[in-house]
């Protein structure tokens, strides 16, 4: 694989991961206008440290402990600035819990993307009228020429299937 398809490659990492990491620094700053910044400077050092990620391992535990120290690095410069922050120990546990429910949500959305892409085309077009474009039930059984209840008696079993193939998706991908 050339160095142009890598970078490529890791671009995409690093774009896949931003709701994530986002979610992470909301958890850890307060203010928007900061988390932004501290965002774009994890996205620079990420890009810096490409190199060094091991491709073998998952990139979004790696891009948050990124992030974390970013944070860090963030918290050091306001505090002397005059401003209060938290200690470090309390960084860390909340960047641990953050972490952890960014890599689930991650794993369950790319799940959820999956087994969307495993759906019959009629079936996904219903998911996405319903929960994409918020159009009411009646307004999508008007269309179809169905009943309302005919509508969610398919939305129920297609969540049911969609959670079914998310469950096991994600515990394949955790063993």
């Known amino acids: 694989m ?17 709701p994530a990491v986002r979610g992470l620094l909301r958890a850890l700053i307060r ?23 091991d491709r073998d391992r998952p990139f979004l535990p790696w891009a948050c402990r990124i992030a974390q120290l970013q944070t860090l690095a963030f918290f050091k410069r306001v505090r002397n600035h005059g401003q209060s922050t938290v200690d470090e120990q309390t960084l860390e546990q909340i960047a641990a819990v953050a972490t952890s429910r960014a890599v689930e949500t991650h794993a369950h959305t790319a799940a959820l993307m999956h087994c969307m892409e495993k759906l019959p085309l009629e079936h996904r077009q219903l998911v996405e009228s319903r ?14 020429g ?13 969540r049911k299937t ?4 998310i469950q096991k998706r994600v515990a394949r991908e955790a063993q």
Do not use: F, H, K
């Open 162 to 165: 969609l959670m079914e193939c």
């Open 2 to 18: 050339s160095d142009c398809d890598l970078d490529e490659e890791y671009v995409a990492l690093i774009a896949g991961c931003q």
């Open 131 to 144: 929960y994409c474009d918020a159009m009411p039930v009646i307004q999508i059984a008007s269309q179809a």
């Open 146 to 158: 169905r009943s309302a209840d005919a509508v969610s008696m398919t939305l129920y079993r297609i």
């Open 31 to 53: 203010r928007a206008p900061d988390v932004d910044d501290v965002l774009q400077e994890t996205n620079t050092v990420l890009w810096r440290r490409r190199q060094e990620y």
